[in-house]
Nanobody, 128 residues
Framework: QVQLVESGGGLVQPGGSLRLSCKVS????????VGWFRQAPPKEREGVACTAPSDGSLWSPDSVKGRFTISTDKIKNTVDLQMNSLPPEDTAVYYCAADYPDGGGSAWYCRYGFLKFWGQGILVNVSS
């Protein structure tokens, strides 16, 4: 059974940084695409960082490029999201997601969100 558990969310001041972590169990990351998504109602869910072994690339939309970085630790089986220079508009519930076997590139996963496994989500609140 594949499970994803996010941690590291909370309150951060505008301009600050936060690091989210996702512990993945039940599947190794060698052949697993992973990504971070966010949703702040009434906005639609948005992929903010994805990586896929099939193309070996990292992808993020322009809204967070240069500020958000996804990384994986295949020994610990974790997926981290480093977020820097956070404005209030980054406030959202952030979700970790995974897809096995990896069936598409990182951009495809982030744009369409077709991943099988999802965490429960964690709130990031950027506020003074």
């Amino acid at each position: 059974q594949v499970q994803l558990v996010e941690s590291g969310g909370g309150l951060v001041q505008p301009g600050g940084s936060l690091r989210l972590s996702c512990k993945v169990s039940g599947v190794g990351l060698d052949q697993t695409a992973v990504g971070w998504f966010r949703q702040a109602p009434p906005k639609e869910r948005e992929g903010v960082a994805c990586t896929a072994p099939s193309d070996g690339s990292l992808w993020s939309p322009d809204s967070v490029k240069g500020r958000f970085t996804i990384s994986t630790d295949k020994i610990k089986n974790t997926v981290d999201l480093q977020m820097n220079s956070l404005p209030p508009e980054d406030t959202a519930v952030y979700y970790c997601a995974a897809d096995y076997p990896d069936g598409g590139g990182s951009a495809w996963y982030c744009r369409y969100g077709f991943l099988k496994f999802w965490g429960q989500g964690i709130l990031v609140n950027v506020s003074s």
